[in-house]
């Protein structure tokens, strides 16, 4: 079929049977050898769409409707599944989204890295709700609270995500309620709480020389009755000011309590965060006399973890709120000697290090590592790499790399750690297929 013609489809209705899932949770099927992405559709369905953008090979639609209904298919529990696109999975078994993981996993370290390697099954949760420790939501000047909806910034509100816990649910409301029809500064608002089931509250706009406790107590008091512990604005230069509470906010990881700063990275899963890094520390296999390094170390939640079973540990980490936290989180869990960190970009950091590592762990963001880090660690070849990532995509990239210039993919292990989306975190264990056994 030519593009014209194409084109000239948008709008129409027709139907189309789904052969699989693709990385962001659409169904995909063929119309005329066009592969066409629908949204809602599972596999082995089939689905009356209605096309709205069609490009040469592929086109988009809507789902109209479900004319073959699939037996693992699920009626959504969110009240606001369809309109948000926070989660793309929730109208199937948790099981199945499980091992869709692992498909999409495989199928980019095969296409994208020509990696054929086992990937072993995805470790899910038993209870896959109320799992996330942090939101951030947006507003618009007339007060409106919510997410924006997905590739849009048309707003989404909500009584109940299904993804926080009960009590931050409340957070938000109340929060919501107070700021309605006032203080327009106010864009964004972040929500944190940690496993003693304490909160914290990131205000961002233009709002510190307005909004105080001392003019607004019961909204404070309220807050603190409800477990929120403090609440956090930005000044002109957006730096943090502490508007009323507590300074200090902790969170617990494997026995471990560290110091988070409201703009610092934490795993939203804090049970599933236990479980990745138990799997990194039983890949690494330390015995007390390695040198590692722990690249994007954030506030040094693995960095301190580590340095508990090495000789020594330097963490890298480009934000600076995460690096004073780590520092911090060093003295207060007893880890001074066996761990540094230092503070930039991990790319020039790297190539300033004297010690030659044993072991690096990697957990980068979603857009992987830089060129420079790849080839750095192609130089020094350490015995082991970790690599911890969020996107399957980057990382089959970043294996691509390594694997040609001689390490070797021993082991690709999925978690769940945001049951319900797209998104899957994996941990890769590497050796150097030259160290014979090292």
Known sequence: MNNKLNHNLLGETSEIECLRLITDGSGIGYQNGIATFVPGLLPGEIGEIAVYEAKKKWQRAHLQRVTKRSP?????????????????????TYEETLLWKQR????????IGKINVEVKPTIGMEQPWRYRNKVRLHRKSDGQLGYYKEKSQALVDFQDC???????????????EF??????????????????????LLLEGTLTKILS?????????????????SVWGTDEE???????????????????????SPLSFLQVNSQQTDVLYKLVLSLAALTGEEIVWDLYSGIGTLTLALAAQAKKVTGIEENPYAVENAIQNAVNNHAIG?????????????????????????????AGLH??????????????IIYVSCDPGTLARDLGVLTQGGYRVDSVQPVDMFPWTMHVECIIMMTNSGLKGK
Request: hydrophobic content about 40%.
């Open 238 to 260: 957006g730096s943090l000011v502490l508007i009323w509470g507590d300074e200090d906010f902790s969170q617990t990881i494997l026995d471990l309590t560290f110091e988070v």
């Open 338 to 366: 066996h761990v540094e960190f230092l503070k930039g970009k991990v790319e020039q950091r790297i190539m300033k290090i004297e010690e030659h590592p044993d072991v690096v762990v990697l957990d980068p963001p979603r």
């Open 72 to 92: 693992l298919r699920l009626d959504p529990p969110c009240t606001v599944f369809e309109q948000c696109g926070g989660c793309q999975l929730q109208h199937t």
């Open 213 to 229: 406790a001392e003019e607004n107590p019961e909204f404070f008091e309220t807050l603190f009755e409800q477990g929120l512990r």
């Open 179 to 200: 700021l309605a029809g006032s203080y327009p500064e106010i864009h964004t608002l972040t929500f944190r709480e940690n496993t003693k089931n304490e909160g914290l």
């Open 104 to 111: 999409w996993v495989a199928d980019a370290l095969k296409r």
């Open 162 to 176: 299904l993804l926080l816990s009960e009590r931050m649910n409340r957070w938000i409301r109340l929060t919501g």
């Open 371 to 384: 060129p420079e880090v790849v080839q750095r660690l192609l130089e020094l070849k350490p015995q082991r």
